[in-house]
């Protein structure tokens, strides 16, 4: 399963794929950033279509670039996509990977008629686009069933190779009416059982524990950002468990590491940890959030590979309990493992 890190063009540092950078990862093998920041930088737009995106943004031709194409942003500032633009920017910028020009997201508190309406635009883009290397998107909702039946319908849309999966991000925020956990697992089993030939993205699910999730079903990469904004609110991620407060900024709060905590923040081997230890994890400022968001993205990438691991070697069912401490996640990975009959 690919992790593709989301990054932002206000703060692209730490850069993690460059390999001279104090930070580098050489386990990341994608990053995402959104058509919508380009948008609000004419000129950077402009640049990356002159120079291509991997050159702009200095990064290797072996690490994958996904482009976000904004939609959330640009529905929530009162407008819709600049399809026109966005087209011409994929086909000049040349990103490995992109989704229709605009979809339209549903969320938890929406009436059913409102989702049915977002299913009805979302499937509108997704003919108009289903040629080329456009990736279709569907979204959790109370009409996934609906996409599901009306994207099979669609001759095009169903030699497509990748399709993407959004709206799960307010769920897992516990917006207003969210879902139920086991109804969202529901949801990637289905649209992993109807579309069992097709790479599946799954957008914003990239959590230490959701992971686990994704990797069960056989979903081929996710994306997060989480890593970032953990880091600005003087978070980090643990192995196996949930979020620590190690910086105390402004009015964020949350639970602190315990000792034993403590003694594994001491002693992780992420490119932040080994050069600046605790203390660097604690700090605040730019210094600070680079060492912490290092810190997270590297904790997703190890979980993802000892995730692999394990699966591979066939004894996942007996790594995980003492491994993943997070209660929520804990019944639907033993669901998913009795489905699945690993």
């Given amino acids: 399963m690919e992790i593709v890190a989301g990054i932002t063009l206000k703060a692209l540092r730490p850069c993690a794929w460059d390999p001279q950078a104090d930070y580098y990862m050489p386990g990341l093998q994608a990053i995402m950033v959104s058509y919508a920041d380009f948008h609000k930088m004419p000129s950077r737009r402009q640049k990356a279509m002159e120079h291509g995106l991997h050159d702009y943004l200095g990064v290797p031709s072996h690490i994958k670039i996904y482009l976000d194409n904004g939609a959330f942003y640009f ?17 000049i910028a040349k990103p490995d990977w992109f989704p229709i020009p605009q979809d339209f997201i549903p969320t938890p ?25 456009y ?16 994207f099979k319908s669609h001759q095009f849309l169903v ?3 990748s399709i993407a999966l959004g709206g799960i991000v307010p769920n897992l925020l516990k917006a207003s009416k969210a ?10 089993i289905h649209v992993r059982q109807e579309f069992k030939d097709k790479k599946l993205h799954v ?16 979903i081929n990469s996710v994306d997060s950002s989480g890593w970032r904004n953990r880091a600005a609110r003087g978070i980090v991620q643990l192995p196996g468990t ?9 009015s964020w709060r949350g639970r602190k590491p315990d000792d034993k905590e403590w003694e594994a923040l001491a002693e992780c081997q992420c490119p932040a940890c080994k050069q600046y230890g605790v203390e660097g994890l604690k700090a605040n ?30 004894d996942y069912k007996d790594w995980y309990p003492n491994h993943l401490d997070n209660t929520i996640y804990r019944p639907l990975i033993q669901k998913i493992i009795e489905l699945e009959k690993l």
Avoid at 242 to 250: Q, S
């Fill in 159 to 161: 030699e497509k190779d």
């Fill in 109 to 133: 508190k929406m009436t059913l008629e409102e989702q049915q309406e977002c299913l009805k635009l979302t499937m509108s883009m997704n003919r108009s686009y289903s040629e080329g290397n």
């Fill in 135 to 150: 990736v279709p998107v569907l979204h959790v909702s109370s009409v996934l069933e609906e996409y599901t039946d009306l």
């Fill in 75 to 91: 529905i929530t500032h009162g407008g819709t996509t600049p399809t026109e633009e966005y087209t011409e920017f994929v086909e």
């Fill in 285 to 314: 400022l730019v210094h600070g959030f680079r060492n912490r968001a290092t810190h997270n993205l590297w904790v997703l990438l190890e979980e993802a590979r000892l995730i692999q691991e394990h699966l591979l070697a066939g």
């Fill in 179 to 188: 879902m139920h956990p086991h109804k969202i697992l529901e949801s990637l």
């Fill in 242 to 250: 949930g979020d620590r407060m190690v910086a105390e900024l402004g």
């Fill in 203 to 218: 957008f914003g699910i990239g959590g230490t524990s959701t992971l686990h999730v994704a990797a069960l079903l056989g």
